[in-house]
């Protein structure tokens, strides 16, 4: 209001303390935030094995912790946890999710089941700024990273899957859903972390693929951190002309200097390298490009998966004959390489990387 002249000021003092998301924190830095409170720190491994091993998304569940505390943790933390918004299940068993994040947003996993093993599926962004041709996902914006636990929680919502439906335990895990997780190397391996950790899930490293579309410096860091889990290049062409057509990253990272940054890390971890070709029809599927491939494969011990495409309606793809690509992997065969091809799953949803996402997006 006015008063003689003066300007008298109605202030409102908002409350805007924001809730840290409680799986942010390190152990030790938990523990130091429980005695900024007035708690005693061993708390903080009560609460570090709720969070992380028993997968508690709520501070009510958190039994052996006193009421007056739970209210403290309600007060300064929040615990973001990852929903299911959708789920599909194929005729071959493979069970499609989208997944609703804290802010709004939506990623996507899948749970693949074979008869020897349960394979998780899952994203490191959401979106991706890489622009793959043949990749649904590569047709949306990069919106952000995932956090460390946003990855952990599809990993638990879809070990659930794989309990609650096909009453197995999940046995393996491949980063290779939406996003590439070399430009979320951070979260990346702190999720891994966490999955393999005694005091998370407990899984083995050896369980875990990270794929790749080809960060040659990326790959050099994975060497230098002697990781224990398995790399995997998403290759789809063993010459430059053509993996700059469809992977624009080739541009920044050609095949030279991937063959280089493979050569180190391989050099440092001595794991092996996968490498995941599509052969798509009347593009990478001749013989010339069999021979590229095999010369490829000698610059690290590796294997190659021989992937089945699943075509999306955004690019003009599609597979290579069913003859084409027996003609491809034999002569893959006859030069030493081990060599898989792996059928596409979940042909009859929307399996393809990215599909669901989209489809959440535009309906």
């Given at each position: 209001m006015v008063k003689k002249g003066k300007l008298t000021y109605l202030c409102i003092v908002l409350n805007t303390t924001k809730l840290i998301d409680i799986r942010s924190l390190s152990l030790e830095q938990l523990k130091a935030k429980l005695v900024e409170m007035g708690e005693q720190g061993f708390r903080a491994?009560?609460?570090?094995?709720?969070?992380?091993?028993?997968?508690?998304?709520?501070?009510?569940?958190?039994?052996?912790?006193?009421?007056?505390?739970?209210?403290?943790?309600?007060?300064?933390?929040?615990?973001?946890?990852?929903?299911?918004?959708?789920?599909?299940?194929?005729?071959?068993?493979?069970?499609?999710?989208?997944?609703?994040?804290?802010?709004?947003?939506?990623?996507?996993?899948?749970?693949?089941?074979?008869?020897?093993?349960?394979?998780?599926?899952?994203?490191?962004?959401v979106g991706c700024s890489l622009t793959c041709k043949f990749c649904a996902t590569g047709y949306m914006d990069r919106k952000r990273n995932l956090n460390a636990d946003e990855i952990y929680d599809q990993v638990v919502l879809i070990s659930k899957q794989a309990e609650d439906n096909y009453g197995q335990p999940l046995s393996n895990i491949v980063y290779m859903g939406m996003g590439e997780p070399l430009l979320n190397y951070a979260n990346m391996m702190k999720s891994v972390e966490r999955i393999t950790a005694a005091d998370g899930l407990n899984m083995a490293a050896k369980r875990i693929t990270v794929s790749t579309a080809g960060i040659a410096k990326?790959?050099?860091?994975?060497?230098?951190?002697?990781?224990?889990?398995?790399?995997?290049?998403?290759?789809?062409?063993?010459?430059?002309?053509?993996?700059?057509?469809?992977?624009?990253?080739?541009?920044?990272?050609?095949?030279?200097?991937?063959?280089?940054?493979?050569?180190?890390?391989?050099?440092?971890?001595?794991?092996?390298?996968?490498?995941?070709?599509?052969?798509?029809?009347?593009?990478?599927?001749?013989?010339?490009?069999?021979?590229?491939?095999?010369?490829?494969?000698?610059?690290?011990?590796?294997?190659v998966n021989i992937i089945e495409y699943n075509p999306i309606s955004l690019a003009d793809f599609v597979n290579a004959e069913a003859d084409k690509i027996e003609d491809f992997a034999s002569y893959l065969r006859s030069q030493g390489v081990v060599t898989n091809v792996r059928r596409s799953r979940g042909k009859d949803i929307d399996a393809a990387c990215g599909q669901l996402a989209i489809k959440e997006k535009t309906n």
């Amino acid at each position: 209001m006015v008063k003689k002249g003066k300007l008298t000021y109605l202030c409102i003092v908002l409350n805007t303390t924001k809730l840290i998301d409680i799986r942010s924190l390190s152990l030790e830095q938990l523990k130091a935030k429980l005695v900024e409170m007035g708690e005693q720190g061993f708390r903080a491994k009560q609460i570090y094995e709720w969070i992380w091993q028993k997968s508690a998304v709520d501070f009510e569940e958190m039994s052996n912790l006193s009421k007056s505390l739970r209210e403290k943790l309600k007060e300064s933390f929040s615990i973001n946890y990852v929903r299911v918004k959708e789920s599909q299940i194929s005729s071959d068993k493979t069970i499609k999710s989208s997944f609703s994040l804290y802010d709004g947003n939506v990623i996507e996993g899948v749970l693949i089941p074979t008869p020897d093993r349960m394979t998780a599926c899952v994203s490191s962004q959401v979106g991706c700024s890489l622009t793959c041709k043949f990749c649904a996902t590569g047709y949306m914006d990069r919106k952000r990273n995932l956090n460390a636990d946003e990855i952990y929680d599809q990993v638990v919502l879809i070990s659930k899957q794989a309990e609650d439906n096909y009453g197995q335990p999940l046995s393996n895990i491949v980063y290779m859903g939406m996003g590439e997780p070399l430009l979320n190397y951070a979260n990346m391996m702190k999720s891994v972390e966490r999955i393999t950790a005694a005091d998370g899930l407990n899984m083995a490293a050896k369980r875990i693929t990270v794929s790749t579309a080809g960060i040659a410096k990326m790959i050099k860091k994975l060497g230098d951190d002697e990781v224990r889990f398995n790399l995997a290049l998403s290759l789809h062409a063993a010459n430059d002309k053509k993996r700059n057509e469809i992977m624009p990253i080739n541009e920044q990272n050609s095949l030279t200097a991937l063959a280089e940054a493979l050569r180190y890390y391989y050099a440092k971890t001595k794991n092996p390298v996968t490498f995941e070709y599509i052969v798509f029809h009347n593009f990478n599927d001749e013989l010339q490009d069999a021979k590229e491939l095999a010369k490829f494969c000698k610059h690290v011990p590796c294997k190659v998966n021989i992937i089945e495409y699943n075509p999306i309606s955004l690019a003009d793809f599609v597979n290579a004959e069913a003859d084409k690509i027996e003609d491809f992997a034999s002569y893959l065969r006859s030069q030493g390489v081990v060599t898989n091809v792996r059928r596409s799953r979940g042909k009859d949803i929307d399996a393809a990387c990215g599909q669901l996402a989209i489809k959440e997006k535009t309906n």
